[in-house]
């Protein structure tokens, strides 16, 4: 509700009952997690002309709605239609069956 000495209460007690683990954190001197070398895969691709024109469609469509979030100041508040529109030009590229019919003028998430 907006009261500053709940908020506190609540995130020491949240910090003493969860257990937050990082990708450095150690155990007895020893890594919690090893994780494999990190590899990245650059692959170029030629598109059809038939999928150039759906990716240039959902591309301007995803920059005139990252626009207006820009504009209106709200872009945090956006950020997983975002990062679905990211997604979603990703799976163009793979294959535009992945594509579903969700992408709409209302906006990356078909809202």
């Given amino acids: 509700m907006g009261d500053e000495g709940g908020l506190r209460r609540l995130q020491s007690l949240i910090k003493n009952i969860t257990l937050r683990r990082t990708k450095t954190s150690k155990i007895k001197g020893k890594p919690v997690l090893e994780l494999p070398e990190r590899k990245v895969f650059i692959q170029h691709i030629t598109l ?14 995803g920059r005139a709605t990252i626009g207006r979030y820009f504009n ?26 992945l594509l579903t019919n969700t992408v709409s ?7």
């Fill in 105 to 111: 003028s209302s906006g990356p998430s078909g809202k």
């Fill in 72 to 97: 209106e100041g709200t872009v945090l508040a956006h950020y997983a239609d975002v990062l679905g529109l990211l997604l979603r030009l990703r799976q163009i590229c793979c294959h535009t069956h």
């Fill in 48 to 61: 059809s002309d038939e999928e150039r024109k759906i990716y240039q469609s959902v591309k301007n469509e």
